[in-house]
Structure formats: structure tokens, C-alpha cells
């Protein structure tokens, strides 16, 4: 449950992330209020998950799913370049999550 709780946190994290840039610089009413319920939203739920989880895998899963997200968003929605090296650079970021979660232990 608490790695569902980080993957949500993560999700969360590209929410924030996407509406912290439409919000340009906090001068649009509504991103701005949709970033600050992303971000209370992803903080909360990685601090109910961090009391069951190793802090670091479960931080570089929580940024790892928001970086990447957050890219795919871009790319797909928001016109952001699409490259080759973005492409496997995402992948790669993707695969460590994966293999740092695999490694976290839970208490």
C-alpha cells in the first residue's frame, strides 16, 4: 500500500509540476490553485508512505514517476521538443525507478 501511495504521490508530483508552468509565475487564479492542490496532495501522500518506506528509494521513485511524467506531458500536450536522447533518457529514468524500488524494503 505504501508504494501505491508513492506512484500516486509521483502522478501528483506531474500535476504539480505541469500547472506550477501554466500557472506562469502564479498569475493565472486557476493553475495556481491546481498546483497547490497537486502539491499539498503529492507531499501528503509521500509523508504517509514515508512512515512505512525507506526514504531514498522511495524519494527516487516519487521524483523519478514526476520527472518523467512531467516530460511525456510536455512533449505530448504542452509542444516541448521531441528527441531520440529524450526518448531513452526518460526510459532510462523509468528503469532505475524501477530497479530502486525493487531494492527499497518495506518495515
Known sequence: MAWLLVIVAGLLE???AVCLK???????????IAFCVFALGSFGLLTLALKRLDVGPAYAVWT???AAGTAIYGMVFL?????????????LVIVGVIGLQLSGSAH
Do not use: C, Y
Open 79 to 91: 509542444g516541448d521538443i521531441v528527441s531520440t536522447l529524450k526518448i531513452v533518457s526518460i526510459t
Open 14 to 16: 506531474t500535476g504539480f
Open 22 to 32: 501554466l500557472s506562469h509565475g502564479f498569475t493565472r487564479l486557476w493553475p495556481t
Open 64 to 66: 523519478g514517476i514526476g
